[in-house]
């Protein structure tokens, strides 16, 4: 689930949401409803946007395998 590892990753950054966000140039809102798994698929530019900003690769925080 996206949700999970992309706050295990911005912790492990030591992040805020906010400040990840703005790094990523996501909209706050659109983040904290990725988080809160009420956006179950966000576009895939904006998971590449997130993983840029975290500095990891896109399957690091996508799994297809997942349900």
């Given at each position: 689930?996206?949700s999970?590892?992309?706050i295990?990753?911005?912790?492990?950054?030591?992040l805020?949401?906010?400040?990840?966000?703005?790094?990523?140039?996501?909209?706050d809102?659109?983040?904290?409803?990725?988080?809160?798994?009420?956006?179950k698929?966000?576009?895939i530019?904006?998971?590449n946007k997130?993983?840029?900003?975290?500095?990891v690769?896109i399957?690091?925080?996508?799994?297809?395998?997942?349900?």
């Amino acid at each position: 689930m996206i949700s999970k590892k992309l706050i295990y990753f911005r912790k492990e950054k030591g992040l805020s949401r906010y400040k990840l966000a703005i790094l990523a140039n996501v909209d706050d809102g659109l983040l904290s409803k990725i988080e809160n798994n009420q956006v179950k698929d966000p576009k895939i530019s904006t998971v590449n946007k997130l993983a840029k900003a975290l500095d990891v690769k896109i399957d690091d925080l996508i799994d297809e395998g997942e349900d």
